[in-house]
């Protein structure tokens, strides 16, 4: 039986046989993948404190036929920042839950785990006030690299200039339009309103200019356009709007400011 290490974050983890867990893990070296932790529920286990959700964790697994296990692990850092209150959970939760929604089993991506891994990093540390502007930054990030780029500079009925213009951000097409278009009512399904100042921060957060977004409508357009690409819903995401509402106001007043 080979093995082989990979550092890894840990995004999930599931009853499995007897005392085992299942573990959904994106690593470094091989992409997203599940490993079998044998043991990992009992009290005792030298193991399982090391896989909790949102450990970033250096492992040593054994490859399997169906399955790798987990032999051993060492953890490089703790999640207690992200557990232990309740917006850095419930964010943490949700990119996990996306991660493992839009991303295949087995698919190297070093581009990707970068924008993970400083993801998890980033959300240990911030301000609370700032952690859903980052959040937005990953999504808007994450779903353009997976392929969803939205198209922002033209109106897409028209073809005018949008970058200094008011406009509609469609998430269903992922595209925007001009306020003078007509357009039906599944092309408006769960559009926003983007001022100059907002459609030109998206560009900004998409071409890697832009770290922390002020504007409510760029995050409340991220999350918009994750919803129009998903197949099933994510359970995390009315949670995550939810916790949006208190950052508004700072958001807002800083914007004034």
Known sequence: ??????????????????????????????????????????V??????HLEPFTLVDLHLARGRKLDT???????RSPEPLVA?????????????????FVKLGERDEELWRLVESWYADAAVLPEDR???????????????????????ACCECGKDLRYEHSRFLPARGSAACRLCPLDERA??????????????????????????????TIRSSLALLESQLDRPLTCLPLVRVHLAPARATLEARLAF
């Open 1 to 42: 039986m080979s093995t082989y290490h990979a550092r890894a974050i840990v995004l999930r983890r599931e009853t499995w046989r007897d005392a085992a867990r299942l573990y959904t893990l994106y690593t470094r070296e091989g992409g997203k993948l599940l490993a079998v932790g044998r043991g990992t529920r009992k």
């Open 44 to 49: 005792l286990s030298k193991l399982g404190p």
């Open 70 to 76: 987990l032999c051993g692990a060492i953890m490089a």
């Open 85 to 101: 209150d309740d917006r850095r959970y419930v964010a943490a939760s949700f990119v996990a839950e996306a991660l493992d929604h």
């Open 131 to 153: 952690l859903m502007p980052r959040l937005s930054v990953f999504v808007w990030r994450l779903l353009s690299h997976l392929g969803y780029h939205p198209k922002l500079e």
């Open 188 to 217: 408006l399904a769960g559009a926003e309103t983007l001022d100059g100042q907002a459609h030109a921060e998206i560009l900004a957060v998409l071409e890697g200019a832009a770290k922390m977004p002020l504007h409510h409508a």
